[in-house]
């Protein structure tokens, strides 16, 4: 029996011997496709190729692609461990054809590895095709010898892939494997809806171009896109019925069985659960690998979902303690041979799922405890039905189990809105979906024409900035190609030879000056929208520039010079970071501008000042050390196999150039660099915050910046210490005994203003009046907060032992509003139902639970007249 890692690489391997680049999967996380929020196939990396916005090095290409389905059309999560092949992360085997071979190839190449090589019975085999495409089916026919009977075409829905409403599209032909006797199933039809036949590779021929009218020209140079999914190939090689009885499933399974106490086969639930856990402890691995942590939005929501679900399904089981987070550390494990990068991201992957574990243990606390508070409330209000918003609520802000809550509902006499339930799913994951979707990467028409004519921009800026000689190739206006830019226009140039850098890698591009012989001009930006196209958007300050012009290309120096100190620093504060926290450290997003930089990265929490000030010396101790900053260029893989750090979803050329700080640092990176690390000069950390859960954010200026903050440093701490009249090395020490004297001088303030107020109320439960048999207090109190406010409420409740106390006070443009009820009148005249009138007369609005509700407003003006109205508002709702 073949493992899952010899089918993989047998894959890999035969098509290499076909002349294909073994292309590296790329990451979960797709790199500038807002279109997608996961990868979810192997085509996802090459899009821009088939679109034609991108070039490669190589014509045929083949990968073992990550891939996710837990959003959109491609959402299996519901189905994940109830059917035999569903899965949230799974691999997909695929070759790749860029005009290169088209059909008859495609089909040989599927035909002879599933028959010769992995050596699948012919009779078993299935295949379909598109009801139109004769060519296909002639092919399968004549050219392999597949018998008409086991040819099946199909139409539109089943076999046509494209890859949008408009764009590149085409038929497919798919292979399908007969289960029979592994599933016991050897009688139902082919189409029928049964786990006989499974579907184990599509082959995509893209071979048209489809406008918005619907209209499909040829494309000219048709294009192959194929898909097999490793977990189902498996399946088949290994002789099993089920994707999970596969040895990428079967010892996590077992695992999870003998942690949880459960052995595989107990029950049917049972084993749903097992196979659950499974899965999503393998999708939680390669997701926080490839830098995503759970989080409230987008990502890191869908992350969330997923292992809280498997720690539902863990308790399920009866398992009460964390224990998922050594799951994902044995996925790590298991598929090392093909992911050894899974190794740094091991230790860092548990940190988190064990975090998320032990929060979700109280959430489930904190969430029966509010599921109580709904079911008090409702009661009070005489309703039977659980609405929808606080069920999502629980869901949303608590990560309650919405199965769970309409369990114990049930279990409570409630019945639960669950249309109401799925409205706010949805408009949640419109929200969640609007913090990652943009639109298509914008690129004119006419970047695409001109990328089409291939020119070609040396670029000399790594040694070269000024004085650079060079030919006008083209020109453009607004969306359109000119032959001339007069005085005061602006537009794009396209050079033959260029010193400007153009905007990658988080690094802004290169401005400065373009001159000729009747010309001034200068440049504003350098953009590289579409593949090989570099554009230098300029304004014509004298003169015209025309096409076929020779032209002196100089970069704004000192502007270059501030930009390489803060890029070089930018490597060396990612090795540092790496050094202090962990190799688990990956850069999610960069700014290196002639100002400051920025740097994004992966860490589970904020970083300590004893870190911070670890991380700033390790920087300027390899400053001060002077080391020559080296740059070579070297075969991708090699380079990733030497130890170069990689950008994290980026996508390289096969010869990359590669930057190092020789025994610190070594990255990919194609931007501008300092000659040595002592021109940096010195180094400096401006702030660290968190800009999302799981990625924090370091900012920080270099060289004369650096000088003038620590020089604007000394002059604060000399004027802070001549203000306190104290010395410098005392200065911590007379500020936490200033700021301890504020507190207390503080707190005597609201003691006395507390104090005020009850001199004032100390006749309210006198002053009370009768409506319906019912003592109500209302008044306005001046000069408290809201936590006085509200012990001032319970010193008169206490007071008038049954009764409604209604207080409320100004400050500073806000109102606060607060409403108590005796425990004998909660359900005559619940507090979060009295409070919600009183609140809109002055502009707000609050809840709270029957015995006590809390409001803000708007309006102080208004609060008068709404503390009169309070008596009213008791009589109506008494009526009532």
Known sequence: MKSSDEIREIFLKYFEEKEHKRVKSSALVPKNDPTLLFTNAGMNQFKDVFLGRDRREYSRATSSQKCMRVSGKHNDLETVGRTPRHHTFFEML???????YFKTEAIEFAWELCTEIYGLDKDRLIITVFEEDDEAFGIWRDHVGVSEDRIYRCDEHENFWSMGDTGPCGPCSELHYDMGDLVGDTTSPFGADCDRFM???????????????GKMTPLPSPSIDTGMGLERIACVLQ?????????????IIAEAGRLTGVPYGTSPDSDTSLRILADHCRATMFLIDDGIVPGNEGRGYVLRKILRRAIRHGRMLGKEEPFIYTLTALVAELMHHAYPELDKSREY???????????FSATLSTGLGRLEDVFERLAGEGQKTVPGEDL??????YGFPFDLATEIAGERGFQVDISGFNQEL???RQRARASWKGGEAHVQAIHQKLAARTFKTTFTGYDEITEVEAKVLALVAGDEEVTTLSEGDEGEVILDRTPFYSEAGGQVADQGSIEGQNLQAEVLDVQTPVGGVRLHKIRVLHGEISVGDSVSCSVDRQRRLQTVNNHTATHLLQAALRNVLGEHVKQAGSLVAPERLRFDFTHYKGLSSWELHDIEEKVNLKIRENIKVQTSVQDLDEAIEAGATALFGEKYDQKVRVVSVPGYSKELCGGTHVDRTGDIALFKILSESSISAGVRRVEAITGEAAVDRFLQDEALLGDLSHQLNTRRDNLSAAVVKLVGELKEASKEVDRLRLQLAQQESSSAGSEAREIGGIKVVAQKVSNVDRNALRQLADQICNKLQSGVVVLGTSSDGKVSLVVMVSDDLKGRVPANRLIQPIARLVGGGGGGKPDLAEAGGKNPDALDEAIQQTYSIVEEQLGA
């Open 94 to 100: 695929g070759n790749f054809s860029f005009g290169d």
């Open 199 to 213: 579907e184990i590779w599509n082959l995509v021929f893209m071979q048209f171009n489809r406008d918005s009218s």
């Open 239 to 251: 002789g099993v019925g089920s994707n999970y009885e596969t040895d990428l499933f079967t010892p």
């Open 349 to 359: 992957a548990a940190k988190v799922v064990k975090h998320e574990e032990e929060k």
């Open 392 to 397: 999502f609520r629980l869901y949303d802000t």
């Open 426 to 428: 949805e408009q949640q």
